[in-house]
C-alpha cells in the first residue's frame, strides 16, 4: 500500500514537508498543536496571534467527480466546510475559540469549473459561518483570491487561511500532557445535532486512497480530468464501487466519501468553559490519523489507546476495498475518531457527557504510561501496532 500512496505521489506522514521546516522556529510553545506567534499587531505581551493555513485537499475531485454524475450542486458547500473546519479544529487544540477570520483560496481550471461552482463554494462558506454563529462560534469571511489556473490545476482546489488572536492565559498546549492522563475520543461518525445528516466521518485526510481504491477504473475514462496522467494504470481507480451506488448507511457511495468535515467547536467551547485547567492537550487526528498525538507527546510516554470507538462503516469499506494493513489504517484514517482530549480520570466522564449532548459519541479510549522514548501503541480486535 505504502507503495501504491508513492505512485501516485502522495505521502500519508509528509515527510518531506517535516524536513523541510525543521530548522524554522517553532513559536511561543514548541508543542503546542498550532504555531503560536507573539502579539505583532497589538504588541500586548498577555496576547498571541494565531494563523492557519489548510484545505479540502482531493476531496474537491470527488465532489467534482459527483457534481458531474448527479447535477448534485450541494457537494459544493462541503468542500467549502471541509476547508474550514480543516483550519477551525486544528486551532481549537490549542484553545483559540474566536472571534476568527478567514480568507479563502480557490485556484480552478476555468474550463471545467463554471461560475456557479465558484459561486457554491463562496456562499456555502457564508452560510456555514451563518450556522456556526448559532453555537457562539464568530468566523468572519475577508475575502480572498479566486484564480484561473488552468495550467496548473486540472479542476478545482479549495483552500483557507484563519487567525485568530487570543489571550496566553487562555492556550492549551501539550506541555501538561502526563502518564496517568486518560484520552477521551469523539466520534467522527453519527449525526450531531448540528448537522443534517448522517456523517460518515471521512475527515478530509486520506481522500487519493480512497478514491482510487474504492472507484471503478470507469471514471478514469469517463473524467480523464481527475487522474494525474503520469499515474501508472494499475494505481488508478481500482475499485468496484459508483458513486451513486447504495450503501449500509443511509448515504450511497459518494455522499459517504463526500460527508464534510465535522466540526467540534460547539463541543471544544463548552469543554473549554467548564475545565480549562484540566485539559492537558487537545489533538485533531486528521494527517497522521491514531498516530498523530506522536508528535505532541512532550517527552518520553506511551499513548496506550485499547478502547478505541467502533471503526464505522466507511473505513470497513475502505479497508476491504484497498486490502489495507489496520497498521496503515489506524496510520492514514481517523478511523471513527478524529479528536481526542488528554485530561484526568474524573475531568473525562464530564467531557463524555457534554460530547454526548450534542449526539457525538464519546469515550475513554487510553491511558498515558512512562516510557523511554515516545510511542502511541493501538491495541484491538484487528490487532496490536506501535507507531515512534
Not at 226 to 250: F, R
Request: with cysteine; proline share 4%.
Amino acid at each position: 500500500m505504502n507503495d501504491r500512496y508513492n505512485q501516485r505521489g502522495v505521502s500519508a506522514q509528509k515527510e518531506d514537508v517535516h524536513k523541510a521546516v525543521a530548522k524554522l522556529d517553532k513559536g511561543l510553545f514548541p508543542n503546542a498543536f498550532c504555531k503560536v506567534y507573539p502579539d505583532y499587531l497589538g504588541g500586548d505581551a498577555a496576547f498571541c496571534n494565531l494563523m492557519h493555513a489548510d484545505g479540502a485537499g482531493t476531496k474537491s475531485i470527488l465532489a467534482y467527480l459527483y457534481w458531474k454524475e448527479t447535477g448534485d450542486m450541494s457537494v459544493w458547500k462541503g468542500i467549502a466546510i471541509d476547508s474550514i473546519v480543516m483550519n477551525l479544529d486544528d486551532m481549537l487544540c490549542v484553545g483559540a475559540v474566536g472571534p476568527f477570520t478567514y480568507s479563502s483560496t480557490i485556484g480552478r481550471n476555468k474550463h471545467k469549473i463554471p461560475g456557479e461552482v465558484i459561486s457554491a463554494l463562496i456562499n456555502g462558506t457564508q452560510e456555514y459561518f451563518d450556522q456556526l454563529r448559532e453555537y457562539d462560534i464568530e468566523v468572519h469571511l475577508l475575502g480572498g483570491e479566486t484564480a484561473d489556473v488552468g495550467d496548473v490545476v486540472r479542476t478545482v482546489i479549495v483552500d483557507g487561511t484563519m487567525s485568530c488572536r487570543m489571550e496566553r492565559s487562555k492556550l492549551v498546549t501539550t506541555e501538561q500532557m502526563r502518564p496517568g492522563d486518560v484520552v477521551v475520543s469523539l466520534a467522527s461518525y453519527g449525526q450531531a445535532s448540528y448537522e443534517a445528516e448522517y456523517n460518515s466521518g471521512m475527515g478530509s485526510n486520506g481522500l487519493t486512497s480512497a478514491r482510487h481504491e474504492m472507484l471503478k477504473k470507469d471514471y478514469a475514462r469517463l473524467y480523464p480530468e481527475s487522474v494525474d496522467p503520469a499515474l501508472p494504470d494499475e494505481v488508478v481507480y481500482n475499485g468496484k464501487y459508483g458513486m451513486t451506488d447504495a450503501t449500509e448507511t443511509s448515504l450511497n457511495v459518494g455522499k459517504m466519501l463526500l460527508s464534510p468535515t465535522r466540526t467540534y467547536a460547539p463541543v471544544v467551547t463548552q469543554v473549554l468553559k467548564k475545565h480549562f485547567s484540566q485539559i492537558h492537550g487537545i489533538i485533531h487526528c486528521s494527517g497522521g490519523g491514531q498516530s498523530k498525538c506522536l508528535h505532541y507527546l512532550p517527552g518520553p510516554m506511551r499513548v496506550v489507546k485499547n478502547n478505541l470507538l467502533p471503526v464505522p462503516p466507511l473505513f470497513k469499506i475502505i479497508q476491504e476495498s484497498a486490502g489495507t494493513d489496520w497498521k496503515e489504517m489506524y496510520q492514514v484514517f481517523n478511523m471513527g475518531q478524529r479528536l481526542e482530549i488528554f485530561t484526568d480520570k474524573d475531568t473525562a466522564e464530564s467531557i463524555i457527557s457534554i460530547a454526548k449532548s450534542f449526539n457525538i459519541d464519546a469515550q475513554v479510549s487510553g491511558i498515558v504510561e512512562k516510557a523511554e522514548k515516545k510511542e502511541v501503541r493501538i491495541e484491538n480486535i484487528h490487532g496490536n501496532f506501535s507507531y515512534f
